[in-house]
């Protein structure tokens, strides 16, 4: 069965070090890749994605994230994390399946980060 | 993009009881979802509610326990029944319009004592 990894769950990091965090998906068929966070007591909101193209994909607030289909892994990267960064961290992966779409959560990674 | 809004946002139930959650969607979509997310793990889907037609459960999930109404495009419900305290979870609502990303509701914090 398909599935998610995220390998570290919780992350503690001061103000202006570097980030990434690890993911990496059990899937051999097309497969689309997300970043979600969930700020405290708030709903999950989209980082960024990874339909095609260029694996190498921007998204909100200075994160990044690379596709590396040889090593089946999307990791979540940002050069210089901030206090409000303090969130949980989950990654994603939708595939398909006989036609059948389905949603793929990683466990999450909580990260706090210290001023 | 899709607005999602789920009611209600937090309850507290008695065990043995049931819980009907409702999620509302500010755009018609084919198919909605509904995740559970228990304490310290990640989310799991439950179903997928397609308009006119049964829920699809996943592995580990029965109609029996998580009946699911989908009456229109733009609504669903969610009923947790005969509830034990393992059921305390946040169950979330999610869509997909377009098949891109998906959008999810504040989510319902179930407690039962």
């Known amino acids: 069965a398909q599935s998610v990894s995220q390998h570290n769950h919780h992350v503690i990091l001061s103000e202006a070090a570097s980030l990434e965090l690890g993911c990496n998906y059990s899937?051999?068929?097309?497969?689309?890749l997300f970043w979600y966070v969930q700020y405290p007591g708030q709903h999950l909101q989209l980082l960024l994605k990874y339909f095609s193209g260029d694996p190498l994909v921007k998204g909100i607030k200075g994160f990044e994230a690379e596709f590396i289909k040889s090593k089946f892994s999307f990791n979540l990267r940002k050069p210089s994390v901030q206090w409000s960064d303090t969130a949980e961290y989950f990654c994603a992966a939708v595939t398909n399946s006989g036609g059948y779409q389905k949603v793929t959560f990683g466990i999450g990674t909580k990260l706090q980060v210290i001023p | 993009s899709a607005v999602i809004s789920q009611k209600p946002s937090r309850d507290i139930c008695q065990r043995g009881t049931s819980l009907t959650i409702q999620c509302q969607v500010d755009?018609?979509?084919?198919?909605m979802f509904w995740y559970r997310q228990q304490p310290g793990q990640s989310l799991t889907l439950i179903a997928t509610a397609n308009q006119g037609s049964e829920a699809t459960y996943e592995s580990g999930f029965v109609i029996d326990k998580f009946p699911i109404s989908r009456p229109n495009l733009t609504f669903s419900t969610l009923t947790v029944s005969n509830m034990s305290p393992e059921d305390s979870s946040i169950y979330l609502c999610?869509?997909?319009?377009?098949?891109?990303?998906?959008?999810f509701g504040q989510g319902t914090r179930l407690t039962v004592v």
């Open positions: 999610s869509v997909r319009p377009g098949n891109t990303e998906a959008f």
């Open positions: 755009s018609q979509v084919t198919m």
């Open positions: 899937y051999g068929g097309t497969v689309n």
